[in-house]
């Protein structure tokens, strides 16, 4: 069963002091219920999630005791995509007409704050200092860097333009662009990422309403379709960042595996996406899955990054709403975004960032640790 996506609505994300990360989910579930001209009461089931800010289920207090049925989701930086996916099969499934995905997030200051135990890890990891991530991230593009030849120009690149594109969202936590040399000649935190390239935890929320395709001109807007949504887990010898061992064999991340799955579902290919929200949780992480998700070879990252091809104009936009990078990443909320940014791309209301050239297709993709990623495929 084909399902199209009738409303979307966000609460803008970076640091809003006094609202809680539940009080932003309820306000882009209002936003998204408004924009798809319906009511709580019509949605028949909802699937979300949040890190830090509490059950998504919790919302039905502020929304309504309907009575749906709410599942709670949690998976790391990719918990909106897994929300998305268990609202989707409730639909496919024929239990429902019309489902909710929501994700939020409000993240304390500083690095995020998972505790070892959670993922199996004694409470040594963390005191050792070993559960900052900015280090494996370091270390994961510094070795690939130093296979495939990428600069640390390229690393400036990325960050260049998430600023840039971040700039023109008013829903964006980081609006104001930083030049090449300046993010070159910011804070080095962990060689080679320097401050600006790496995300911080955030704030934030994102709602998408759910429906048949076949009751989809019901709505006002007209539909944008979701043609595939895949997650997968990671293989033997994939990289991980929250673990205390590294396998002598070496796999693909989750990522290769998700994207193709996605493409296979949707029958397409990487050729025929006109915009790619991809996840960037620090420069590194965008030239990398750049080649996990089928978009180019191991290596082509480079040119492709300074000759502007992933920016707006460009032949594949990347991350045109300023991504991770300039967004920050409230947990939940953060593969949400993706569809969301999606979205108004194919419906061509993105405003001063629009793709030219009236996309037809989009492709997001979220990784988010233990080891699991997200893709999703949407149409006009």
């Given at each position: 069963?084909?399902?199209?996506?009738?409303?979307?609505?966000?609460?803008?994300?970076?640091?809003?002091?006094?609202?809680?990360?539940?009080?932003?989910?309820?306000?882009?579930?209002?936003?998204?219920?408004?924009?798809?001209?319906?009511?709580?009461?019509?949605?028949?089931?909802?699937?979300?999630?949040?890190?830090?800010?509490?059950?998504?289920?919790?919302?039905v207090?502020?929304?309504?005791?309907?009575?749906?049925?709410?599942?709670?989701?949690?998976?790391?930086?990719?918990?909106?995509?897994?929300?998305?996916?268990v609202?989707?099969?409730?639909?496919?499934?024929?239990?429902?007409?019309?489902?909710?995905?929501?994700g939020?997030?409000?993240?304390?200051?500083?690095?995020?704050?998972?505790?070892?135990?959670?993922?199996?890890?004694?409470?040594?990891?963390?005191?050792?200092g070993?559960m900052?991530?900015?280090?494996?991230?370091?270390?994961?593009?510094?070795?690939?860097?130093?296979?495939?030849?990428?600069?640390?120009?390229?690393?400036?690149?990325?960050?260049?333009?998430?600023?840039?594109?971040?700039?023109?969202?008013?829903?964006a936590?980081?609006?104001?662009?930083?030049?090449?040399?300046?993010?070159?000649?910011?804070?080095?935190?962990?060689?080679?990422?320097t401050?600006?390239?790496?995300?911080?935890?955030?704030?934030?929320?994102?709602?998408?309403?759910?429906?048949?395709?076949?009751?989809?001109?019901?709505?006002?807007?007209?539909?944008?379709?979701?043609?595939?949504?895949?997650?997968?887990?990671?293989?033997?010898?994939?990289?991980?960042?929250?673990?205390?061992?590294?396998?002598?064999?070496?796999?693909?991340?989750?990522?290769?595996?998700?994207?193709?799955?996605?493409?296979?579902?949707?029958?397409?290919?990487?050729?025929?996406?006109?915009?790619?929200?991809?996840?960037?949780?620090?420069?590194g992480?965008?030239?990398?899955?750049?080649?996990?998700?089928?978009?180019?070879?191991?290596?082509?990252?480079?040119?492709?990054?300074?000759?502007?091809?992933?920016?707006?104009?460009?032949?594949?936009?990347?991350?045109?709403?300023?991504?991770?990078?300039?967004n920050?990443?409230?947990?939940?909320?953060?593969?949400?975004?993706?569809?969301?940014?999606?979205?108004?791309?194919?419906?061509?209301?993105?405003?001063?960032?629009?793709?030219?050239?009236?996309?037809?297709?989009?492709?997001t993709?979220?990784?988010?640790?233990?080891?699991?990623?997200?893709?999703?495929?949407?149409?006009?």
């Amino acid at each position: 069963m084909k399902i199209a996506v009738v409303g979307i609505g966000m609460h803008r994300f970076g640091r809003t002091p006094g609202v809680s990360g539940r009080a932003q989910g309820a306000h882009a579930a209002r936003e998204a219920l408004h924009d798809a001209g319906i009511d709580w009461s019509d949605v028949q089931f909802a699937a979300g999630g949040s890190h830090s800010a509490g059950d998504a289920d919790s919302l039905v207090s502020e929304l309504g005791l309907t009575g749906v049925p709410f599942v709670n989701v949690s998976n790391g930086c990719a918990t909106g995509g897994s929300a998305l996916l268990v609202a989707s099969a409730a639909i496919r499934s024929g239990s429902c007409d019309v489902a909710m995905a929501i994700g939020f997030d409000k993240h304390p200051r500083g690095a995020f704050n998972t505790d070892p135990a959670s993922l199996g890890i004694g409470d040594w990891y963390g005191e050792t200092g070993m559960m900052l991530t900015t280090q494996f991230f370091a270390m994961k593009i510094q070795r690939y860097r130093e296979l495939h030849g990428i600069s640390t120009e390229t690393l400036a690149a990325v960050a260049e333009k998430a600023f840039r594109n971040g700039a023109a969202n008013p829903n964006a936590w980081r609006r104001d662009p930083h030049g090449r040399q300046a993010i070159l000649d910011s804070a080095m935190i962990n060689y080679p990422l320097t401050q600006y390239m790496y995300c911080s935890p955030g704030e934030g929320a994102v709602a998408l309403v759910l429906t048949r395709a076949d009751h989809a001109s019901k709505y006002p807007h007209p539909p944008v379709y979701l043609e595939a949504a895949e997650l997968r887990s990671r293989r033997f010898g994939s990289f991980e960042v929250f673990s205390p061992w590294l396998s002598p064999e070496a796999a693909p991340g989750p990522s290769v595996e998700a994207a193709r799955a996605t493409f296979e579902a949707a029958g397409i290919g990487p050729e025929d996406v006109d915009v790619a929200q991809l996840q960037d949780t620090e420069s590194g992480a965008e030239v990398m899955h750049m080649a996990e998700t089928g978009f180019c070879k191991d290596g082509e990252q480079e040119q492709l990054i300074l000759s502007g091809a992933t920016a707006i104009g460009g032949r594949l936009p990347v991350n045109t709403d300023g991504g991770c990078l300039a967004n920050g990443e409230p947990i939940g909320a953060s593969g949400l975004r993706q569809v969301h940014e999606n979205v108004l791309q194919l419906r061509g209301d993105a405003g001063p960032r629009q793709v030219t050239g009236q996309p037809k297709v989009g492709f997001t993709h979220v990784y988010g640790s233990p080891g699991v990623s997200a893709c999703t495929i949407v149409s006009r």
